[in-house]
């Protein structure tokens, strides 16, 4: 598994052996975390922020262990003779860019309104489960879910005996000009 490093961090077992935390990045993009044990103690120093390393793992139990860690080193360019997967495997790794002040703004208005969705839904599917489900639609269901939605975003939501007598005088106008 090759990684790029991004944070390295000391931390204790449960019989307090000190051992690293590292996080990072694989080539197709992807965060990871692995500890580092102290059986893997001489190869800490090769835990830098930055680091890109091939680390060799092995299951023990349901855990998946690091097992050997070996730095991936400067290989020929294509220029100099054959391209080592190394080399493949530093254009893969993804460049960190910044996020500027707006685009974290605009990640936080995303990720609130897709959690206001998902919350606004589970609500209207509780509500669903006490009517009965044959008693509701899955159009029933999402107008629900928008009532909690704007509700959430803190629009004005109509008192629901507000809204059942309107659509009782709805009803009973309907009624008396039929008749």
Known sequence: MIIKIKEVSKALDKNGSEYRKIKGTMPDGKETTKSIFSNLEDSWGLLEEGAVLDLTLEKKGQFWNVAEIK????????????????????????????????????????????????????????VAKLIGADKTTPEKIIATARVFEAYLEGKEVQPAKSRLAEEALKLGAKEDSAS
């Open 71 to 126: 730095p991936v080193e400067q290989q020929p360019t294509k220029s100099q003779g054959v391209p080592h997967h190394s080399e493949k495997v530093r254009e893969m790794v993804p460049r960190e860019e910044k996020m500027s002040r707006d685009d974290w703004i605009e990640k936080d208005r995303i990720t609130r309104k897709s959690i206001e969705r998902q919350t606004s839904l589970n609500a209207s599917i509780e």
